[in-house]
């Protein structure tokens, strides 16, 4: 939030570059600004009393309880298997470099399928008229419509966004620490913790705070995965979804600006991650 | 731990584990959705895409997408330019605030389109005086469509002004070229990948788009119905068959979209 020296200014504001900014603060405004407001708003506008009445009601409760298992499970397990196959798309020699760049090109594919796609997708395989799916409802663990499955489906949409963090960081500082630290005699899980991990924490600090973002936003994977099942497989999204179909819009309301705070710390965090990673910008 | 990590079978399970969980988690449901599409013979999938209703949603989501994707590219390429070049106050608060689409729930973001323009918001009633009807009809869609998109261009524009290099924007201007012609062929060559593949993301997630469109449009079969949330009512009225035609002709061009903007990047990079 800098001003520009006068020097400078005076060179360079011309109408058009006012113009210019104007502009961009319209869009901003208008797109961004004024709808984030009105979330808050309209959430204060029956009083806050109701805004409480909305967040206690026991399906809201139970929705925020589901999210969070959700969110924690994800994080967890997206992680887990993230850096990991960051680790062996980058660094695994025991995988002909064919089938690495078959691999890598594969990771991208979830963000280019549809959440509803990715959701369906779970339903065909281990829904309840499939083999599988009927196998597991027998072993007393069902997986379409309950939480395994709206896992599944929110580790499909995730799983790009840790790799694509990691990846080209391991890419970048090479093996040469790594090699050096093997060879005198530390061996690899003490390579990684003292070698690998300082270089990638910031990478994956930043994952997890994008996996945790896109995990408490998914919407339309979990709502076609869960059945959307009230007290039971019911999200913070699907709610607001469920209550603004039955025109429950003050609810809906409610709910959606315990999201939006999220967003917006989460988005806090992001800043700050992406500072410390020292990356100015990223696609995805 | 190293000594088990070091076992020879150890090893083995864990990187068995490792392509294993990629291969159930991602390809095995990918083409699941394609065996699947087919699995009741060619006929029966001409058949499950020729449904008029399919087709006119297909054709109104790639109609939508493609007009939300050229908004973006103008109005992200100026944002991108204007955050990169110019010093203002409240630029760095702006510059945060591009990621907040990503940020956001997209079901909040229908709900805030839902409440900024609809029915019983005043844009919304001046907007129904003159006959205009925003929400539950395509506008609502396209402005559903670009505000979950809007971050895609302007951060694939702005690595590229970064690296741009400013000498020969100065040459130009040096030479007496007027400001328009700097913009035309220095500036928006240097930004011409950024836009285009910003713009070809912007586009792909737009097709994709389920959980902003689903609760402002209306989705009127044949008029406002758009092809995710197409495939969410075969799903739901139980025609696997259905949903999964219209899937893989979305997953398709999606996986073309990518296929694009690999080869863009990988020759960019060259």
């Known amino acids: 939030m800098s001003t520009a020296p006068t020097t400078l200014t005076s060179k360079k504001s011309s109408t058009s570059s006012k113009i ?12 961004l600004i004024i709808p984030l407001v009105q979330i808050v708003i309209g959430a204060f506008n029956h009083g806050v009393q109701s805004l409480f009445q909305a967040l206690l009601r ?47 090109s594969m ?18 395989l281990l829904g309840p008229q499939t083999v599988m799916g009927a196998f597991f409802s027998d072993l007393g663990m069902p997986i379409v419509y309950a939480f395994p499955g709206m896992v599944l489906a929110t580790l499909f949409v995730t799983f790009p966004l840790m790799i694509r963090e990691i990846a080209p960081v391991l890419q970048e500082i090479g093996t040469q620490q790594e090699e050096a630290a093997s060879m005198l005699g530390a061996y690899s899980w003490t390579t990684f913790w003292k070698v690998t991990w300082p270089s990638i924490r910031w990478g994956v600090t930043y994952g997890v705070v994008l996996t945790v973002a896109r995990s408490l936003g998914e ?3 979990v709502l076609v995965v869960s059945g959307n099942i009230m007290n039971k497989t019911q999200t913070m999204t699907t709610l607001v979804y469920q209550d603004v179909d039955n025109f429950n819009i003050a609810a809906a309301n409610s709910v959606a600006l315990v999201l939006a705070v999220c967003s917006i710390t989460l988005l806090l965090v992001m800043e700050w991650a992406k500072r410390r990673k020292g990356v100015h910008t990223h696609a995805h | 731990m190293n000594a088990v990590l070091n076992h020879k079978g150890a090893l083995w399970g864990f990187r068995t584990t490792l392509l294993l969980y990629m291969f159930l988690l991602i390809i095995l449901p990918i083409t699941g959705i394609y065996a699947h599409s087919l699995s009741a013979g060619w006929n029966m999938f001409v058949e499950s895409i020729s449904d008029p209703l ?45 990621d907040l689409p990503f940020a956001l729930p997209t079901a909040v973001g229908g709900l805030m389109i839902l409440l900024l323009l609809g029915p019983n918001s005043s844009v919304g009633q001046w907007a129904d005086a003159i006959g205009i009807r925003i929400v539950f009809g395509e506008p609502a869609i396209v402005v559903a469509m670009v505000f979950v998109t809007f971050p895609f261009v302007i951060r694939a524009v702005q690595p590229l002004l970064e690296e741009a290099d400013k ?33 070809m993301l912007a586009f792909s997630r737009a097709m994709a788009e389920f959980g902003a469109v689903v609760l402002v449009a209306g989705n009127i079969p044949g008029k406002t ?46």
């Not at chain 1, 991208?108 to 997708?121: C, R």
């Not at chain 2, 201007?173 to 400001?179: F, N, P, Q, R, Y």
């Open chain 1, 20 to 31: 210019l900014i104007l502009i961009t603060y319209s869009v901003f405004i208008l797109l």
């Open chain 2, 225 to 270: 119905l758009i092809a995710s949330v197409y495939i969410f009512g075969e799903i739901e009225s139980d025609n696997p068959q259905g949903a999964a035609a219209v899937s893989v002709i979305l997953l398709t061009l999606s996986f073309l979209v990518l296929w694009f903007i690999n080869t863009l990047q990988a020759k960019e990079g060259r």
């Open chain 2, 167 to 199: 000498t020969q924007e100065e040459a130009a201007h040096t030479l007496g070229a007027s400001k328009w012609r700097t913009f035309y062929q220095v500036l928006l060559p240097q930004m011409r990948p950024g836009i285009i593949s910003g713009g």
């Open chain 2, 54 to 98: 399919a087709w006119k949603a297909v054709w109104l989501t790639l109609r939508l997408s493609l007009l939300a994707m050229v908004i973006n590219m103008v109005i992200g390429t100026i944002t991108a330019w204007v955050l990169h070049r110019y010093q203002f106050p409240g630029r760095t608060l702006l510059n945060s605030l591009v």
């Open chain 1, 219 to 221: 919407f339309g994977a």
């Open chain 1, 107 to 124: 990771i991208d594919l979830p963000f280019a399928v549809s959440p509803v796609i990715g959701g369906f997708m779970i339903m065909l």
């Open chain 1, 58 to 104: 026991p399906e809201a409760l139970h929705a925020m309880w589901i999210t969070l298992s959700v969110v924690v499970v994800v994080t967890l397990l997206n992680t887990l298997f993230g850096v990991l196959t960051a680790i062996m798309l980058v660094r695994g020699q025991w995988l002909s470099s064919r089938v690495r760049r078959f691999l890598n």
